[in-house]
């Protein structure tokens, strides 16, 4: 009877080990892979759980389930032409940051590029953005990352990841 025991003791292990390698494989078989996005003169790099879509008011309109990322592309002439003294990267993310209406938003350089934070609500879902902004040849850029901010700590780590992959051709 003792032996009967034990061989069962065995298949039990056996069988829960296998389960146990099974989940963790499938696990790690979801995990999103790195994926680029560009166009001839902005690239990103973000998961393959994105997609990109057309825009006629973005140079670049990328999608996933939780996170929504635009970029767009504004060149020294046409910020003159619209009444704009833009002299540097700092002045053109100050003139976002002031558009954007708060006086309490810090502006935080990262690298090559600036950044703020900031929320809104729409249809009754409070959603955060981080504006970045980034200078290219004879133009400056502005990207926007949105996510439901109820996922702000889940997401932040990545999105400012997927910031430091940008690359503005100059």
Known sequence: ?????????????????????????????????????????ITITLDDSFEQYKSDNFELYIKSEDV?????????????????????LVDYANEILELNGSKDIKLIQRDDYYYFVTTQTAN????????????????????????KSKDHK???????????SIVITK
């Open 1 to 41: 009877m003792h032996k009967d025991n034990t061989k069962n003791l065995i298949k039990h292990s056996v069988c829960i080990c296998l389960m146990l390698l099974l989940m963790m494989s499938t696990l790690t078989g979801c995990s999103p892979n790195p994926k680029n996005f560009s166009t001839t003169k």
């Open 68 to 88: 929504g990322f635009s970029a767009k592309e504004e060149t020294e002439q046409e910020l003159e032409l619209a009444g704009y003294e833009i002299l540097s």
């Open 124 to 147: 009754g879902a409070k959603y955060s953005y981080i504006h970045c902004m980034f200078e290219g040849d004879n133009s400056f850029w502005v990207c926007q990352f949105v996510f």
């Open 154 to 164: 889940r997401l932040a780590e990545d999105v400012f990841n997927w910031a430091d």
